[in-house]
């Protein structure tokens, strides 16, 4: 074996270079494991990069209930943040307009902004309550095994399924005019063809 760093050639026992140090056991490590089959494209930062965030939550196990809860609990929290500001001023700011008579007028109604993030706030937890409970159904629906869709075991269950269907199904269809039905089967006979 050479040396990749000095050109060396050493012993294959060696786990370093005599000459220069090099490691030589990451080297003949590399070498017996083989070219790139131990590489995965999968398990790099540009892999998950390039990840929709529900496939991230996905890929960390994070469910829609769970991510339905953590947005009840941000709302929670901003609108608790938003309470508390509108108390801190409410309560602070006569105190502080007592000595500024100038701006008096502006500093008692500096409370009105700790109702931005108090009405966000609510407004987040209205999202988890109602609107993402519904989403959750919705997609819990189009999952196999939902329960739109049941039971397929059942023939019964099938029949039903299919005549929902092809009540949706349209009288006609866009391939109607552009699809030829296919012959049937041509049967070779030597070197003639009939039908």
Known sequence: MFCPNCGTQVAEQLKFCKRCG?????????MTRGGGSGFDW????????????????????????EKRYNEIKAGIITAVAGLGAMLFFLLFMPAVAQNESKDAHILLRLWVTGLVPFLIGLAIIFNGVFL????????????PGSPETGDLSDPTRVASLSDNASAAIPAFSVVETTTRPIPEAVEVRGDKEST
């Not at 090099?22 to 590399?30: K, T």
């Not at 993402?132 to 999952?143: D, G, H």
């Open 132 to 143: 993402s409970k519904r989403i959750i159904e919705i997609k819990n629906r189009k999952l």
């Open 42 to 65: 999968g398990k790099t930062w540009v892999a998950e990069m390039l990840l929709s965030e529900e496939e991230r939550e996905r890929k960390r196990g994070v469910t829609l209930e």
């Open 22 to 30: 090099a490691n030589l056991l990451g080297v003949r490590d590399a």
